[in-house]
């Protein structure tokens, strides 16, 4: 998850405390904040609710830093950070502030340069393009069937444990993948009305 990110160093946390450093929090969001917000998309986290958690946790990080030992026997930073997210998302979830995740249009920007036919078309017209496709897909597909699609599609879970979290067979997962791709195919390529 935290590929590239090296070891925690006990140095870079202390340089965090000084709140005008705005060189150290860029690199602490680079290192940090986008392999947590991948974690909160994978657990079913839509986009701008992924951002807002990963905000918050950063947020609360910069609040608590002058007070944070970081204690390398009682673990990896990146536990604390997995752990913190975990709780954020949990309690975004009890307020209702978590969405239904559905298949998320900016997942899908590389899928549309691909299936539509159209190259001439500037990405903000494919992207149009593609929230009109998404809306009109998603309701013909019962809602497991987008989840399966998205975790493992987009998110990039394993077919195992997509169907293990969703209580389906592998082989439903991989149908579902392709009967989602077919449709989305199938509708970028048609002339818009």
């Not at 078309?121 to 998404?134: I, N, V």
């Not at 399966?148 to 998110?155: K, L, Q």
């Not at 592998?170 to 195919?185: D, F, N």
Request: net charge positive.
């Amino acid at each position: 998850m935290f590929r590239g990110a090296g070891t925690t160093c006990v140095s870079f946390l202390s340089r965090l405390s000084a709140p005008d450093d705005q060189l150290s929090w860029r690199e602490f969001h680079k290192r940090y904040g986008i392999p947590l917000y991948r974690y909160a998309r994978r657990n079913g986290v839509a986009h701008n609710d992924a951002e807002d958690i990963v905000q918050e946790l950063e947020m609360s990080f910069f609040r608590a830093v002058d007070g944070f030992r970081y204690d390398r026997r009682r673990g990896r930073f990146r536990g604390y950070l997995l752990t913190s997210i975990s709780r954020i998302i949990r309690r975004f979830r009890a307020r209702g502030r978590i969405r239904e995740a559905v298949i998320d249009p900016v997942d899908l920007t590389e899928f549309v340069v691909a299936a539509c036919d159209d190259a001439a078309q500037t990405d903000d017209a494919r992207l149009s393009r593609l929230r009109e496709t998404m809306a009109s897909v998603q309701a013909e597909f019962h809602p497991t069937t987008l989840e399966a699609f998205r975790r493992y599609a987009i998110a990039g879970e394993s077919a195992a444990e997509t169907a293990r979290l969703l209580g389906m067979d592998v082989a439903s997962v991989y149908q579902a993948k392709s009967r989602v791709l077919k449709r989305i195919r199938e509708q970028l390529n048609t002339e818009p009305t």
